[in-house]
């Protein structure tokens, strides 16, 4: 890739440059934000020591994040079927009643 379609993110304390294109780049420097405070969080707690393993502890937590939030889409939007299915079955209750009292 030329170097118009490359972006520079900082993520802790290291700078990587990465092909992207044009209009990706603001969806990868959100990215790059969201996982530099992430990983400073990690590194910030004491808990995890190394680069690399604060990388692997902040990948972990944005996976667990974005399955969760999966889940809770899915749970979500089992609901809404549901519910369109209870009013589906009383709009065709209603009418079913319509006709039949119109029938009379």
Known sequence: ???SNTVTVHIL????????????RSN???????LDGKMR???SSGKVIGADRVAVMAALNISHELLHKQQHLEQ???ASREQVRDLLGRVD???SD???GQGA
């Open 98 to 100: 319509d006709v039949d």
């Open 13 to 24: 304390d290291k700078d990587y440059c990465i092909a992207c294109p044009p209009d990706e």
């Open 93 to 95: 209750h209603a009418l």
């Open 76 to 78: 979500q939007t089992s």
């Open 1 to 3: 890739m030329t170097q």
């Open 28 to 34: 990868l420097e959100s990215a790059a934000r969201y």
């Open 41 to 43: 969080e990690i590194r």
